[in-house]
């Protein structure tokens, strides 16, 4: 059986959370009928084919005011071993109220923060406090789960300029930077790639109209990031638009074209690796 770690899932339980984003202003995504219920762990610890041994759970609106109750609700449902948490905090806060945001996060998951910042949102990351931020985040032993597109130029620029400041800084750009067919993004992506502590999530494809296609996108990514970089992650339960769970990764097993060192680090060993699961 192929083990696998999965670095970006969500699961829901919407009367526990709030998902205000999902409930009351739903994106209109193909499928949203098999998005929007319930979606819990023990449904993708039994599959067939693959074998799910941990997951990084990464916030999916439970409750944005008091992030801290999805991290307490992850708790009842897995144990320690087998998953890592990203939680919300607001990036380009007030540094005081940055700090303030963590110290009422703490909880032995934790591993990272996320702070959407797709379209017009990046600019946010062009603030000058966010360098104090994302400071701290390095000092408290997280990283950043950065979710932008690659074509945005200015944004990669400062993120690189931080990061040559914070020399610790580890950040996951998430999605694989949304990138589209008619997107320029390689200069971008050999930017980030130069950071030593940057690594990539390929994953979220389902989320763009165009997107490149995967294999020559995986191609330059492992290029430009190398093969201890790059990992694979499903997206559930937004994959739904166009793929169920076991169709993500059979389509990830594909692409290794029976590569089997290649499928081993991309789908297990670099996710154990950044966001530190013990065992084999």
């Known amino acids: 059986m192929n083990k696998i770690i999965d670095p970006h899932l969500h699961f829901f339980s919407l009367q526990q959370g709030q998902y205000h984003w999902l409930k009351h202003n739903p994106p209109g995504w193909p499928n949203l009928d098999r998005i929007r219920q319930d979606h819990l762990p023990d449904a993708l610890f039994s599959l067939s084919d693959f074998s799910l041994e941990g997951c990084v759970h990464i916030e999916a609106g439970f409750d944005n ?8 609700w992850l708790a009842q449902l897995l144990p320690a071993s087998r998953y890592k948490a990203v939680s919300y905090a607001q990036i380009d806060a007030p540094a005081a109220q940055f700090r303030r945001q963590l110290e009422a996060l703490k909880h032995p998951s934790l591993v990272a923060i996320r702070d959407i910042t797709e379209g017009q949102d990046a600019t946010r990351l062009l603030t000058p406090q966010v360098a104090d931020n994302l400071a701290c985040l390095s000092e408290n032993g997280l990283h950043f789960e ?25 950040i996951m750009l998430n999605h694989s930077g949304l990138v589209g067919q008619a997107d320029s993004w390689l200069e971008n992506a050999a930017l980030l790639a130069a950071l030593p502590h940057c ?9 763009l109209a165009t997107p490149l296609p995967l294999q020559d996108q995986l191609t330059r990514l492992l290029d430009l990031f190398g093969t ?27 692409l290794c074209q029976q590569d089997n060192a290649l499928w081993h680090r991309l789908s297990y ?3 154990k690796n950044w966001y530190g699961f013990n065992g084999s």
């Not at 690594?199 to 494809?205: E, L, M, Q, T």
């Open 146 to 170: 950065a979710q932008f597109e690659l074509n945005q130029h200015n944004v990669v620029t400062q993120l690189c300029n931080i990061a040559r400041q914070v020399p610790n800084l580890r």
């Open 269 to 271: 060993a670099n996710a």
């Open 228 to 254: 201890e970089r790059v990992m694979f992650a499903s997206n559930h339960p937004v994959c739904l638009i166009r793929h169920d769970y076991l169709g993500v990764w059979h389509q990830y097993l594909a």
């Open 199 to 207: 690594a990539i999530k390929f994953s979220g494809h389902e989320l």
């Open 65 to 72: 005011e008091q992030p801290r109750r999805e991290l307490d």
